[in-house]
T-cell receptor
Framework: AQKVTQAQTEISVVEKEDVTLDCVYE???????LFWYKQPPSGELVFLIR??????QNEISGRYSWNFQKSTSSFNFTITASQVVDSAVYFC???????????FGKGTKLTVNP | EPEVTQTPSHQVTQMGQEVILRCVPI?????FYWYRQILGQKVEFLVS????????KSEIFDDQFSVERPDGSNFTLKIRSTKLEDSAMYFC??????????FGPGTRLTVL
């Protein structure tokens, strides 16, 4: 079965706090890709990162960092020194095997208060 | 910047009517996808399209849905007889160099 779980429905933080968004995935395939997308209040879906199943290196991009751990089937996303503009719904997603179907989690709504 | 644009941005229709949603790639793309997002819910895959053929579809993509690329440029999603539950945001996406999918701005479909 292919499933993505984002257990945190909503998170609220104060500006400059660090925040981690959790993502747990399920798959029977050894080959898969994991993604994070941001959906700001304007509604578009913005691609943030893609990671393949053979690359467990963590990644940092500015204030964003991602922690991929196959042992716990997790692909968590941390925003350091959060800003009001980070307020959005964040979706974790997965493709597996030869399929290009993105399976999304239910999303985590992040609110960053000034 | 999105690699596709979508028209219209908002479509209101009566139940039972046909609607066509359009996706226009900004540059040459071979892979296209449609997803939908019912208000407040997660994004759901509908169909993938490669080389003018459907390559994969979900159980949501039943006989009332169809896709085509009639002029080699626009990629369309047709819903033949809309139902109230078809009300959603519909996103078109294209594939990037590394299997990532870039989404268009979406079309909000409201069925009355």
């Amino acid at each position: 079965a292919q499933k993505v779980t984002q257990a945190q429905t909503e998170i609220s933080v104060v500006e400059k706090e660090d925040v981690t968004l959790d993502c747990v995935y399920e798959t029977r395939d050894t080959t898969y890709y994991l993604f994070w997308y941001k959906q700001p209040p304007s509604g578009e879906l913005v691609f943030l990162i893609r990671r393949n199943s053979f690359d467990e290196q963590n990644e940092i991009s500015g204030r964003y960092s991602w922690n991929f751990q196959k042992s716990t089937s997790s692909f968590n996303f941390t925003i350091t020194a959060s800003q009001v503009v980070d307020s959005a719904v964040y979706f974790c997603a997965q493709t597996q095997g030869g399929s290009e179907k993105l399976v999304f989690g239910k999303g985590t709504k992040l609110t960053v208060n000034p | 910047e999105p690699e596709v644009t979508q028209t219209p941005s908002h479509q209101v229709t009566q139940m039972g009517q046909e609607v066509i949603l359009r996706c226009v790639p900004i540059s040459n793309h071979l892979y296209f996808y449609w997803y939908r997002q019912i208000l407040g819910q997660k994004v759901e895959f509908l169909v993938s399209f490669y080389n003018n053929e459907i390559s994969e579809k979900s159980e949501i993509f039943d006989d009332q849905f169809s896709v085509e690329r009639p002029d080699g440029s626009n990629f369309t999603l047709k819903i033949r007889s809309t139902k109230l539950e078809d009300s959603a945001m519909y996103f078109c996406a294209t594939r990037g160099l590394y299997n990532e999918q870039f989404f268009g701005p979406g079309t909000r479909l409201t069925v009355l």
